[in-house]
Every structure is written in structure tokens, then in C-alpha cells.
């Protein structure tokens, strides 16, 4: 029997719900709906991430036991522990959404292990008072998805909630992938996350448009005593340093998400972590060729506001948002809208550096901004896949010709037929600069390479290989969903028997609903 230490701080400390019917509704004055899991009728675990469970204090035996199975499928709830469902607001696509709260999330208990609080949370276990008109339900696909996309992004270093488990439920649940009134039975699932908490900015908001200025700042009390402890400020100064600090880990996360080249895809400030994680994998997806205008969110194809290039300015539209929510704690906008300001100077600075790290230059030099903003350009002339690209260039060695550079990243090219003379002229003139510019720093070729390599993946989860493993777990086939949690744990690592997954997206994938186009059908 699995022994947990309950420390249940969000349910014990933040205003319940007092209405315990599990029936849609408006909730006011209110943090959480008490709400219990649905009992799926035939549960099978299919994955789970041993790293998580270390991190729970679980064993190997543990995870593969009936309890387990049981408790993270929503079959049973931990003694002494109710379980609930957390009540927030949002602005989705740039629109005020109103209250829209976890509609198919229910945290089963926040638990204490080695000095750690972890909330965790089923995804997919059924309606709750939240759901509007939806079902509460998950499918195996974006479950699958959720799951290991969540475990590589820690591995990559990108602050992120966890996947524990990975079960199916064995139920049928409709969903219509491409919103074109073709709506099938797919299989069911519930993942079972794991953060230190899972309040967003929509929690804030909620209040704050509830003019429910205890609540708020109740929460805001909440988060900053548990999560942000090194405020030690009062009255309005607490919350401004709150704001503050959250806006530096907001930022620190889409530097990492510019980084390693993920789109989230669904940036409304419902899915903003106010712990600046990564959160919520929908119709998220990497970048292979380098395009800053793509995005895989076939909802969002027409204005393309989740696109790659314009997280950031999205980051600071979220923070705007938590800025008015948070207003009534403070009443006076000047550092609030310091503070916004800021997040774009200090991202423009933090993106140089990154952009330098993965260039493998860490000397000043007056024209390296130059420098990145021409790679961006040449990187666009022809499809080059990013992290091929980024992977090979730290093989570049400071006697080489621009052409050999040109040689070493060939392999990124899409379409090596389209790489005109001018292409080439461009890449040509780039490289000079690059291989001049590597000259300028002490370290060796090798030094140089190994850093590079620590900031470079060589593998991401691309999003053919994410449907690789949903087509074989739809014929219950789970071996490729363990293959790709395996090498996606070490993704800067040369792993040679994964050298399979270091290759350019396959031609087939291209247009493939799953692998370029996705729906927030999930
Ligand atoms: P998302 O776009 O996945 O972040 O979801 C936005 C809102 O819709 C959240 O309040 C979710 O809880 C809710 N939601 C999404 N899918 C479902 C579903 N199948 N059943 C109930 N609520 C859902
Ligand atoms: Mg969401």
C-alpha cells in the first residue's frame, strides 16, 4: 500500500465551494468545487515516468501496483483526502472568457516528500462542476502527448509541470479531431500530473472580475507563502514584488521555449503557470523548419497569434492581464507598468545571450545582435530544420571555409534543390562572419562544441514522432510511447541507438493532421 503524507494547503487554506453537486455552474466566492473522479470501467496503466515517481517517494512496485492503478485512474481517492477541482478565469485568443476553471482536472491531494509539496492532478477523470458543456474526458492521443511532452521538456531544462502515469480507461470517448462534423469514438486516458502547484494567471483574474478582492487576496497570500517566500515586503510592495518576480519567470521560461524551438500553441492566461512552468500540452508542437510565423494550432491558422516568433509579446500581453487582476492589491499602476515594460527589454537582452549560447559565443562583440538577426533571416530562405541546424553547427571549426560550414549543415536543408546560388551566396556570407567571430573566443573547438551541445538538443519530441507513438498505441502497442520517453531523457546526449530520431520530419508528416496541423480537439 502506497503511504503518502498529505499537505493539503490549497484546499485547507483557500475557500471551498459550498455547493457539493457535481453540475455545471457559475461559482462564486469560491478557490474549488469539491468534486470526486469518475470510476473508468477498465483501467490499464500503459506509462509511467520513474523520475516522477522518485520524486513521490514510489517504487517500481509500487507504480505497477493495483493501488496505484486504482488511485491514478480515478477508481479510488486517498483516504483523508478529498479531492477537487480548481476554479479560474481567462482570456482565450485575446477575448475576456469569463469563468471557465478546471473542467476536466481534478487534483486528487498535495503531498509532501523530502522536504517537496506536490500537487497532483488527474487530467481526463471526468466532469466536474467546470465543464461547461464538455465531457470531462481525455483522449489516449493528446494524453500520450501530454505525457511525454511534459517529462522531455524537463529533461531539456525548460521549467514544466510532470506527467506521473500514462492510463488508458478503457472508454470510448467522441471527439471531432478537425471540427468538420466528422466526430469519432477514440480511446480514453487520465495522466496524472505533478507540480509544487497549478494556479495560473486565470485564478487571479477570476477574483479580480469578480470583484472579489478577499479571495484574491487571499490567493495572492497563498502564493506568495508557499511559492514565492522571498518576498518579504508588506502591504502594496508585497504584490508588486509578486508581480515582479512572476514576470522574471515567465520570461526565463519562454527563453527556453525559444530555445529548444517548442510552440505551446494555446498561449491564453488560463494555461500561464504563476510559477512560470510550461502548462497544459495541447495542440502544441516543435519547430522543425525554422519559421517564426508557424504554429501548429490549426484554430488559431487565421491570425496566428500563438506563433513562434510572437510568444514573448503574448508572455506580455498574459502579464498585462495579471497586472489589472492584481491592481485592486495595489492601486497605483506606475510599477505595474514599469514592470510590464521591463519584460520586453530584459527578454530582448536574455534572447542575445541565448541565441549567443547556442552560437557558442560568450565574449561581447558590437555586432553579434547583428550576427543572430542575419542567421534568423538566412534561416528562412529555404526550410532548415532547427535543430539539425543548431546540433551540427557546433562541429564548425574555427579553420574551416564558410563552405565547409555549409557543408556541416547541409543536412538541415528540406529541400536541397531549392538552395539557389543566392541561397548559397547568403550562407556563404553569414559563415565568414560566424567563423571570423569564433575565432574571437579563447575556447578550443572542443570546448566550444561541448558547451554548445548542453544548449542544443539533438532530440525534441517532433511531431511526427508524437503520432508515431499515438498510431501504435491505438493498436496497443506501446513500446514506441517508452522508445521516445527513454531518448527524450537525454535529449543533448549522443545516444546512438536513437540516432534514428535525429532526422528531418519524414515528407508524409508535412501535412499530417497530428504531425503539422493540430486541433485543440483533445
Ligand atoms: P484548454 O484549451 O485545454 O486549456 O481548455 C480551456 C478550458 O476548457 C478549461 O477550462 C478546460 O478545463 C476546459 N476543457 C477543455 N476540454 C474539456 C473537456 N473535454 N471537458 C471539460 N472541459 C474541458
Ligand atoms: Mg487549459
Redesign the pocket.
Same mark, same amino acid.
Given at each position: 500500500m502506497m503511504q503518502f503524507k498529505l499537505n493539503n494547503r490549497f484546499s485547507s487554506e483557500l475557500k471551498a465551494d459550498t455547493n457539493e453537486t457535481n453540475t455545471t455552474r457559475q461559482v462564486l466566492n469560491a478557490a474549488f468545487s469539491y468534486v470526486n473522479p469518475r470510476i473508468p470501467s477498465n483501467p490499464k496503466l500503459i506509462h509511467y515516468s520513474k523520475e516522477v515517481a522518485d520524486l513521490l517517494n514510489i517504487t517500481p512496485d509500487e507504480a505497477n501496483s493495483k493501488d496505484f492503478l486504482e488511485l491514478f485512474s480515478g477508481k479510488s481517492v486517498l483516504p483523508n483526502s478529498r479531492p477537487y477541482a480548481m476554479n479560474y478565469a481567462g482570456h482565450q485568443f485575446g477575448n475576456w472568457a469569463g469563468q *471557465? $476553471? %478546471? $473542467?476536466?482536472?481534478i487534483v486528487l491531494a498535495e503531498i509532501k516528500n523530502n522536504n517537496q509539496t506536490f500537487m497532483l492532478q488527474l487530467k481526463g477523470a471526468g /466532469?466536474t462542476p467546470? @465543464?461547461?458543456r /464538455? !465531457?470531462? *474526458? /481525455?483522449v489516449l492521443r493528446s494524453s500520450i502527448r501530454e505525457h511525454l511532452c511534459s517529462e522531455a521538456m524537463h529533461h531539456l531544462g525548460v521549467p514544466t509541470t510532470r506527467s506521473l502515469s500514462l492510463i488508458s480507461t478503457g472508454d470510448e470517448v467522441l471527439r471531432d479531431v478537425m471540427y468538420d462534423g466528422n466526430a469519432d469514438y477514440e480511446k480514453g486516458a487520465v495522466i496524472c500530473r505533478v507540480a509544487p502547484t497549478f494556479i495560473r494567471f486565470g485564478n487571479f483574474e477570476l477574483f479580480s472580475a469578480q470583484n472579489d478582492i478577499e479571495n484574491l487576496k487571499a490567493l495572492a497570500d497563498f502564493t506568495i507563502k508557499y511559492f514565492y517566500s522571498e518576498i518579504q515586503s508588506e502591504g502594496k510592495e508585497k504584490y508588486v514584488h509578486f508581480f515582479k518576480l512572476i514576470a522574471e519567470r515567465t520570461r526565463k521560461m519562454i527563453i527556453h521555449w525559444q530555445r529548444v524551438g517548442f510552440v505551446h500553441g494555446?498561449m #491564453?492566461t %488560463? #494555461?500561464m503557470s504563476i510559477l512560470g512552468l510550461t502548462i !497544459?500540452f $495541447?495542440p502544441y508542437g516543435w519547430l522543425e523548419d525554422y519559421d517564426p510565423n508557424w504554429t501548429p494550432n490549426t484554430t488559431d491558422r487565421e491570425y496566428r497569434r500563438y506563433r513562434f516568433g510572437n510568444q514573448p509579446d503574448v508572455a506580455q500581453w498574459n502579464l498585462f492581464q495579471l497586472a489589472n487582476a492584481l491592481y485592486p492589491l495595489i492601486e497605483e499602476s506606475s510599477e505595474l507598468e514599469k514592470i510590464l515594460n521591463d519584460f520586453k527589454t530584459f527578454y530582448d537582452v536574455d534572447y542575445v545571450d541565448m541565441m549567443k549560447s547556442k552560437l557558442g559565443l560568450e565574449k561581447f562583440h558590437k555586432n553579434d545582435e547583428k550576427l543572430i538577426s542575419e542567421l534568423e533571416n538566412v534561416l528562412q530562405l529555404s526550410e532548415t530544420d532547427m535543430t539539425i541546424f543548431f546540433r551540427e553547427l557546433s562541429t564548425v571549426k574555427k579553420e574551416d571555409s564558410a563552405g565547409c560550414g555549409i557543408s556541416i549543415i547541409n543536412n538541415a536543408f528540406y529541400n536541397p534543390k531549392e538552395i539557389t546560388k543566392s541561397i548559397l551566396k547568403s550562407w556563404e556570407k553569414w559563415f565568414t562572419k560566424y567563423i571570423e567571430r569564433i575565432n574571437l573566443e579563447d575556447h578550443s573547438d572542443d570546448v566550444r562544441k561541448e558547451k554548445m551541445d548542453k544548449v542544443n538538443p539533438k532530440y525534441v519530441l517532433r511531431n511526427y514522432m508524437a503520432q508515431l507513438a499515438i498510431d501504435a498505441a491505438n493498436n496497443e502497442d506501446y513500446s514506441l510511447v517508452e522508445e521516445l520517453h527513454q531518448v527524450l531523457k537525454k535529449p543533448y546526449d549522443e545516444q546512438l541507438e536513437f540516432e534514428k530520431w535525429f532526422t528531418k520530419r519524414p515528407d508524409w508528416a508535412r501535412e499530417k493532421i497530428g504531425c503539422s496541423m493540430l486541433s485543440?480537439s @483533445?
Open positions: *471557465l $476553471g %478546471d $473542467g476536466r482536472a /466532469a467546470y @465543464s461547461r /464538455a !465531457d470531462g *474526458l /481525455a494555446v #491564453n %488560463d #494555461n !497544459d $495541447g485543440c @483533445s
